[in-house]
């Protein structure tokens, strides 16, 4: 700043002056110039497009996700199904041999070979015979006590007693008995 008389003036001034007559001469225009599309951003059409395609490529991960855990599982089923199928077929094996083996352990001349040779048992030559009155019987019975006239009708009318035998050979040995009408 100087002095000159009075007042005070500014030094610079003069190249104020200057700078405002130039820039009197540039029209400003808002908005336009080179940088004016870096200034105004993305536009809309450019996110939509680039949502779309993001949206698409998160669904073919998802689909590339799904495929590989189905894939994973199926192997896994597919490899539990194999080890399955072989035990299984060890358990058929298996199961063929303890037939093989129970049949010839329940033969009745190897158990009667073994009785023979290891405790000295034999065959049984003679055989024990139950007789087992009916109900016929023992009405005939009780009326023959009563009526001693009766006892001789009754023994002539009715039949043998019957007789219920026991023997390696019958069937009692397996649950049930054989019953004769007669035996003599």
Known sequence: MAIWGAQTVRIDEFEYARERERAAELDVVRGGGIDARVRQGVSHRFVTIASYVMATVALLVALGVCRVALTTVTVSQLRS?????????????????????????????????????NYGMTMAT??????????E?????????????AESAATEQSPA??????????????GEALTYSDLD
Do not use: G, H, M, W
């Open 81 to 117: 199904n194999v080890s399955l199928r072989s035990s299984i077929e060890t358990a058929q094996k298996v199961n063929a041999d303890l037939r093989i083996e129970r049949s010839v352990l329940s033969s009745s001349s190897r158990i009667c070979r073994i009785a023979e040779q």
């Open 137 to 149: 019987d023992e009405a005939a019975a009780e009326a023959a006590a009563a009526d001693p006239q």
């Open 161 to 174: 007693p019957t007789r219920t035998v026991l023997s390696p050979d019958s069937q009692a040995y397996q």
């Open 126 to 135: 003679t055989f024990d015979e139950i007789a087992l009155p009916s109900a």
